[in-house]
């Protein structure tokens, strides 16, 4: 028997890979959708579809709507029935998160896209396979807050990919500091970019981008401590723009690591990371979590962001550095819509109920 599930934001960016990923889902089925206010009373077809052009407004590559989930009535998300929904997909703006994930979290769990409770001490900032044990905070949540739930975030898009790969090698060397410049797929900006802007065009700087990059990368490369995360001292420094490319993020990394390491020891801390959570064989768990190119031309975004459904880190072009101490750098894509967004939250639901933290 599927859990029964809940999508709010269910006719945004971020909701619709939600529900793609859920499409033919072994484990979850969706039992309720909700969005704003203007949205609610409708079925999600007519939600979704242009009154004066007739199309639909779905914004998933190489999907379908689900056809049940055509039918199924749109709630207002200040007043959701959770219609027996043992979890909670929150993929709403960050005001309106703010305001809703506190309401769904009294009762099940809810699995947040937005920034808003980040970085509460008692709230786990979660990239399944780098920082699951992160999840212990749920408990002190409950108690603190008197919650039957609990809200469980995903970072920023920028800081998944990255993090994974930092992830990787503190495990085998352990960071002193990392420089990254990212050039940030255009579907990371939801519908806020002007379209003409980003044609034959690099923006070089987005709003709060680079501090997000920082604080919630330190965050998950933290340790489980009493009741909260003790932060990985990392010095990160960021640059964030935004290129002429559909989707997929593209993060030129340099790092400084405690012990020396040479290319080939680097490679095989890449391929070997994150073995044990593949293998607990989750329906949308990657086989590997980061792929390795030794074409010095990838990772290329067009090229690598569909790998795995977007589920792996594909890097390349790893070489040593020869400013930071310890220096390696590399190159690396990962789909920020994908295992940054949509995708990668079914996946921690996956976990959750595998584990019994939901359900």
Request: with cysteine; proline share 6%; net charge neutral.
């Amino acid at each position: 028997m599927k859990t029964p599930v809940a999508v709010v934001g269910a006719t945004g960016i971020a909701g619709q890979q939600v529900l793609a990923a859920l499409d033919g889902h072994p484990m979850f089925e969706v039992a309720a959708l909700a969005a704003s206010e203007r949205s609610a009373g409708r079925n999600f077809e007519e939600a979704i579809t242009d009154p004066s052009s007739g199309m639909r407004r779905w914004y998933v590559e190489s999907a379908e709507p689900n056809r049940d989930v055509l039918r199924l009535e749109v709630q207002d998300a200040r007043s959701l029935r959770l219609n027996d929904a043992k979890i909670v997909f929150a993929a709403v703006e960050s005001d309106a998160a703010r305001e809703l994930e506190p309401l769904y979290a009294r009762h099940v769990p809810t699995i947040s896209t937005a920034r808003p409770f980040r970085m509460e001490p008692d709230v786990p900032l979660v990239i399944p396979g780098v920082n699951l044990d992160h999840l212990g905070l749920v408990r002190e949540q409950q108690r603190r807050r008197g919650w039957q739930g609990y809200i469980a975030t995903l970072p920023n898009c920028t800081a998944t990919g990255l993090a994974i790969t930092l992830k990787a090698l503190d495990l085998r060397f352990g960071l002193e500091s990392a420089v990254v410049t990212t050039m940030q797929g255009i579907s990371g900006a939801g519908r806020d970019l002007p379209a003409l802007d980003i044609v034959e065009n690099i923006i070089p700087y987005i709003p709060r981008e680079e501090d997000r990059v920082k604080i919630e990368t330190c965050k998950i490369l933290g340790a489980l401590g009493n009741g909260t995360i003790d932060e990985l001292p990392l010095k990160i420094s960021a640059t964030c723009t935004r290129a002429s490319v559909l989707a997929g993020h593209t993060e030129a990394v340099a790092v400084g690591l405690k012990r020396p390491a040479t290319v080939d020891e680097t490679t095989a801390a890449f391929e070997d990371f994150g073995r044990e959570f593949t293998a607990l064989g989750l329906p949308n768990a990657p086989q590997r979590m980061i792929t390795v190119h030794r074409n010095p031309m990838r990772p290329q975004p067009r090229l690598d962001r569909d790998a795995e459904r977007g589920m792996t880190t594909s890097v390349g072009r790893i070489r040593p550095d020869e400013v930071l101490p310890n220096g390696i750098k590399y190159l690396l894509v990962s789909h920020n819509a994908a295992m940054g967004a949509g995708r990668g939250a079914v996946l921690l639901a996956e976990y959750l109920l595998r584990f019994g933290l939901a359900g």
